[in-house]
């Protein structure tokens, strides 16, 4: 029997995720700002990020080499020499000279941090603030925040505008990005704008709030009552048999919708990213496994 085989893109088509507005004004690290105004984020399906059309060069390997200790400006006959044809620009905003260098040398190259460093992936010192907490946390630089988006895309406007003019392969937003602190189980984020996204995308799952009580064993009035809970809060009714009487719902949605939330929030990232560079892949790189999310979103 013939089967058909489901592409990564297809399962993202399917998969049914929150939407956001997600523009604002001059960044403010929004663990800072913990009385923003609550704002109503549409809720709807995450639409497939455009397809990047394959040219015959990416069919090939090549090494693109890191700039840690070596700068291939300065140390192009060590590249000659070994073999490698190929690097990476950090950022890229200030990087006229390396993009000069490309097409000098028909050398290409890919962007990262082209979404700058400290908010897809958190800084160790803010990641200690939010590890190793029973309680709920507000992300720092939470990403419902139209504020943090806002910044993300200047930074991506920055740099891409900079590092498109020469030879470059893909544009990585950042590396080694989760929600929290790489495999750390890290409860976040009650953002008064995030647990916003929450209630609408439990009302579009759900359809109503009986469906929602009968699901979790609860008796809210309307979705605006239901609070995230934490798994620190609901192992505590579940550490006694019956393991029939265990109800984990509360706690796994909200895992899920925060996965849902990561997910939209780089597709917009990827969406914006081919709008400045329409022939160029963007996401990211060396997350892997160490993020604890559900790669299927």
């Not at 790489?182 to 709030?209: K, Q």
């Not at 009580?213 to 309307?222: E, G, M």
């Amino acid at each position: 029997m013939r089967t058909t085989r489901l592409t990564r893109r297809a399962l993202l088509g399917r998969t049914l995720l929150t939407g956001a507005a997600l523009s604002g004004s001059a960044f403010k690290p929004a663990w800072a700002d913990s009385t923003s105004a609550v704002q109503a984020y549409p809720v709807g399906e995450l639409a497939p990020v455009p397809v990047i059309r394959q040219r015959a060069d990416w069919k090939r390997f090549i090494v693109l080499v890191w700039q840690f200790q070596n700068d291939v400006r300065r140390d192009g006959p060590l590249y000659d020499a070994a073999g490698l044809h190929g690097f990476h620009i950090d950022r890229g905003v200030d990087a006229e000279e390396q993009v000069r260098l490309s097409l000098t040398r028909q050398f290409p190259y890919y962007v990262d941090h082209a979404a700058g460093k400290g908010i897809l992936f958190l800084h160790k010192d803010v990641q200690a603030r939010i590890t190793r907490q029973a309680a709920l946390q507000v992300r720092p630089y939470s990403l419902a925040d139209p504020k943090t988006i806002d910044t993300l895309k200047g930074w991506l406007r920055d740099n891409v505008g900079t590092t498109k003019k020469g030879l470059v392969y893909a544009y990585a937003f950042d590396d080694e990005i989760s929600l929290g602190a790489f495999n750390d189980p890290v409860e976040v984020d009650i953002h008064p704008l995030s647990v916003a996204w929450y209630r609408r995308w439990l009302a579009r799952r759900y359809g109503n709030i009986q469906s929602l009580n009968a699901a979790w064993a609860t008796a809210f009035v309307s979705f605006d009552d239901v609070q995230p809970r934490g798994f620190d809060e609901v192992r505590q009714g579940a550490a006694r048999p019956p393991l029939a009487a265990w109800n984990l719902s509360p706690w796994m949605e909200w895992r899920h919708f925060m996965d849902s939330q990561f997910a939209h929030v780089l597709a917009d990232l990827t969406r914006y990213t081919n709008s400045l560079d329409p022939s160029i892949p963007a996401g990211f790189v060396a997350s892997g496994s160490v993020d604890g999310s559900d790669r299927s979103r």
